[in-house]
């Protein structure tokens, strides 16, 4: 059935890593988000691409990464240069970037 | 950029009660959303409108675009114990930054059984 997965759910990394979080879509969407969630905060957009090879910067994009070298792949690097990182990553995608946006489950990073 | 702003954080009631929700905008919007977060999970979609003053229902669930294009809401009638999650409105105008979908901070709903 389709939809959106990421990977893992639980994610635990030593401060100055670099980590990657995976997220796989099969729902023939043109566009992938990435968003950050804290505590009592509303979702921030860290990046976004509306077809593949094209990405850009969102709201809080300092300290983060990606790719997009295939329609249904669009991982998230943190570097070690995300002074904050600890928090719930979404993945999103649309039909398009004026589409409603479907989610992910999330993964929880962990950064001791 | 714009704000979406739903108040109050939280909200508790009783089970079988009605409760209803708003969202707020410093920007005129062409789309508005609705979605639902449980705990540890991604949100998950409850209601799109595209026009104002476009009413939508999805179960027990009502949604409704505001006719100045800067508010929206929603209702859970009879609510249930089910029914307790994060809900969050989105919003996204027509033009620049106003394009991307933005989303308010959420309302905790509680129910108590």
């Known amino acids: 059935d389709g939809g959106i997965t990421q990977s893992p759910k639980y994610l635990f990394r030593k401060e100055g890593q670099n980590v990657t979080l995976s997220c796989e879509q099969n729902l023939n969407h043109d566009a992938m988000y990435w968003y950050r969630q804290d505590p009592g905060q509303g979702l921030r957009l860290i990046y976004y691409s509306q077809i593949v090879n094209d990405f850009q910067k969102g709201d809080i994009a300092e300290g983060y990464s990606v790719s997009r070298e295939k329609k249904e792949s669009f991982p998230l690097t943190v570097t070690s240069a995300q002074k904050n990182p600890t928090a719930f990553y979404l993945c999103a995608s649309s039909i398009g970037s004026n589409n409603e946006q479907f989610f992910g489950p999330g993964t929880r990073l962990t950064v001791l | ?113």
């Open chain 2, 1 to 113: 950029g714009q704000q979406l702003n739903q108040s109050p954080q939280s909200m508790f009631i009783q089970e079988g009660e009605d409760v209803s929700m708003n969202c707020t905008s410093s920007s005129i919007f062409n789309t508005w959303l609705w979605y639902k977060q449980e705990p540890g999970e991604g949100p998950v979609l409850l209601i799109a409108l595209y026009k104002a003053g476009e009413l939508t229902s999805n179960g027990r669930l009502t949604a409704q675009f505001g006719i100045t294009r800067k508010d929206s809401f929603l209702n859970i009638s009879a609510s249930i114990p089910s029914d307790v999650g994060i809900y969050f409105c989105a919003g996204r105008g027509s033009t620049g930054a106003n394009s991307k979908l933005t989303f308010g901070k959420g309302i905790t709903l509680s129910v108590r059984p």
